[in-house]
């Protein structure tokens, strides 16, 4: 295989081209320090404040796709054939302001401004996928975004008036949509990316096939994805992952199925990606994955590296283990298939081996029943699961003839609950068999308390989900927000 020894990405108008990269660099520092470009703020090193976030273009086979995210832990190998656009290119060559800058300037939508760059540059990406975005889109498009002194108000408000100020189809993003492509189109040399900084080497495969035979030749290495966890190794942490091998790039793991029988993702499938797909066939996951972290972290995150980092609060696991999925992994040219909740063995260990890799996803499409995902977290928006559910329920003639119960958060590992769902089967749809069930649940799970919840908390509030759940399939008149 042939490979190149150095990155090639846009930054802003201009091409760029390193070969001093390490592992473990990280987009926002390249921005700061190397390139004084220091409009991206660092706020929490972690990718919750937002004070850092950038757009990333990329090629997909729907054309150039740009997204927010962030910078903080985006790590500069991972931008390989990528244009990156910063706050100081949204204005015009001559100091004016974007539309949403002025927006934000009459609106008042800004006070010590240290947020305001990255929050600027998620309302320009919302703007331009959507000039007269609803409520619910800003809100929503501002997850990621933390502000302590403003208030959303007056950012909300200017959100919704950006067109009186221009339109998205005359902004230089835009127009320089097909030169941008055509740029990052010759950049695709179709080589592997071998780059390093001293003893810190990140590779990039050219495909799937690639990537099977890198991690053979240097099982060691840690697989990265969207970094949205890996990146915090490095940040808090400061753990070294070289050899770190990228994978957000590779295509091959970004294919999305559709068959009578099921719903395959490639490991490499963004949430946002996924989103819509998810809405269709899963309808019941809709509120609970535009709960998954915010806007930014999810168009990083990928569904395979959320089951594969097996953390026991991830949030995908528990939802797609009560669906029934399974995982194919992939060691060279073997592949082998298992149950989702087969993978997870202990904690922070999983049924896999060195150079074997999640390549794809499989969730059965829905065949009636009753079917819920409920995520538990202190702060509503942007936050990591204290406790997450996912129940499928089958009834026939009114009586209950299968169950799958999966939670997260109340145990090492992601797991079902065998008694809660063994007091089930046979049993009537009601809510005395649902409350019956709830009961057993200590017999399967004994949480440990931490800085999320305590255990007596973990315990009450899933044993609580039984009732919600019921009180939510049986169509009762009540209003239950979304924990």
């Given at each position: 295989?042939?490979?190149?020894?150095?990155?090639?990405?846009?930054?802003?108008?201009?091409?760029?081209?390193?070969?001093?990269?390490?592992?473990?660099?990280?987009?926002?520092?390249?921005?700061?320090?190397?390139?004084?470009?220091?409009?991206?703020?660092?706020?929490?090193?972690?990718?919750?404040?937002?004070?850092?976030?950038?757009?990333?273009?990329?090629?997909?086979?729907?054309?150039?796709?740009?997204?927010?995210?962030?910078?903080?832990?985006?790590?500069?190998?991972?931008?390989?054939g990528c244009h990156v656009v910063t706050i100081e290119y949204l204005g015009g060559p001559d100091g004016r302001l974007s539309p949403v800058q002025k927006a934000m300037v009459d609106h008042h939508g800004s006070q010590c401004?240290?947020?305001?760059?990255?929050?600027?540059?998620?309302?320009?990406?919302?703007?331009?996928?959507?000039?007269?975005?609803?409520?619910?889109q800003v809100e929503s498009a501002l997850q990621g975004n933390l502000c302590r002194c403003t208030g959303?108000?007056?950012?909300?408000?200017?959100?919704?008036?950006?067109?009186?100020?221009?339109?998205?189809?005359?902004e230089h993003l835009a127009t320089e949509r097909d030169s941008v492509t055509a740029r990052l189109t010759a950049m695709r040399d179709g080589r592997r990316v071998d780059v390093s900084k001293g003893d810190s080497r990140a590779i990039l495969p050219a495909d799937v096939d690639d990537l099977a035979a890198v991690?053979?030749?240097?099982?060691?290495?840690?697989?990265?994805?969207?970094?949205?966890?890996?990146?915090?190794?490095?940040?808090?942490?400061?753990?070294?992952?070289?050899?770190?091998?990228?994978?957000?790039?590779?295509?091959?793991?970004?294919?999305?199925?559709?068959?009578?029988?099921?719903?395959t993702f490639g490991a490499g499938v963004t949430y946002s990606e996924a989103q819509d797909v998810i809405a269709q066939h899963y309808p019941h996951l809709v509120d609970y994955w535009d709960r998954i972290a915010g806007w930014q972290v999810r168009?990083?995150?990928?569904?395979?590296?959320?089951i594969a980092n097996g953390s026991p609060i991830?949030?995908?696991?528990?939802?797609?283990?009560?669906?029934?999925?399974?995982?194919?992994?992939?060691?060279?040219?073997?592949?082998?298939?298992l149950p989702l909740e087969a993978f997870f063995l202990?904690?922070?260990?999983?049924?896999?081996v060195e150079g074997e890799f999640v390549e794809s996803i499989s969730i059965p499409r829905l065949a009636g029943g009753y079917h819920a995902a409920y995520k538990i977290s202190k702060r509503r928006e942007e936050d990591i699961s204290s406790v997450a559910v996912g129940m499928q329920v089958t009834v026939e003639a009114g009586m209950i003839t299968a169950a799958r119960l999966a939670f997260g958060g109340m145990a090492g590992v992601p797991a079902r609950a065998a008694a809660a769902e063994a007091a089930l089967l046979g049993q009537p749809w009601s809510e005395a068999s649902l409350l019956a069930a709830a009961e057993k649940l200590p017999e399967d799970f004994q949480p440990l308390s931490d800085m999320r919840a305590t255990a007596d908390y973990r315990m009450k509030v899933a044993q609580n989900l039984f009732r919600r759940f019921w009180l939510e399939q049986s169509g009762a008149d009540a209003r239950l927000e979304r924990a």
């Open positions: 295989m042939q490979h190149r020894s150095e990155i090639r990405f846009l930054l802003n108008g201009r091409d760029v081209a390193l070969s001093d990269v390490g592992a473990d660099d990280t987009l926002l520092d390249f921005l700061r320090l190397d390139q004084r470009l220091t409009g991206s703020k660092e706020g929490c090193a972690e990718g919750d404040c937002g004070a850092c976030t950038v757009m990333v273009g990329r090629l997909t086979p729907e054309g150039l796709r740009y997204e927010t995210v962030n910078a903080c832990i985006r790590f500069l190998a991972s931008l390989d401004g240290f947020c305001t760059p990255g929050i600027v540059m998620s309302l320009y990406a919302l703007w331009m996928a959507h000039e007269q975005p609803t409520v619910a959303y108000a007056p950012i909300i408000r200017a959100a919704q008036v950006v067109t009186d100020y221009g339109t998205a189809s005359a991690l053979k030749a240097v099982p060691e290495a840690t697989i990265v994805a969207g970094s949205t966890d890996v990146g915090l190794w490095v940040t808090k942490f400061l753990k070294r992952i070289s050899p770190a091998v990228f994978i957000g790039q590779l295509d091959g793991l970004k294919e999305i199925t559709v068959t009578e029988e099921a719903v168009n990083m995150g990928t569904i395979g590296g959320n991830g949030d995908t696991p528990p939802v797609l283990i009560a669906l029934g999925a399974s995982i194919t992994l992939r060691k060279g040219d073997a592949r082998r298939q202990d904690y922070g260990k999983q049924d896999r």
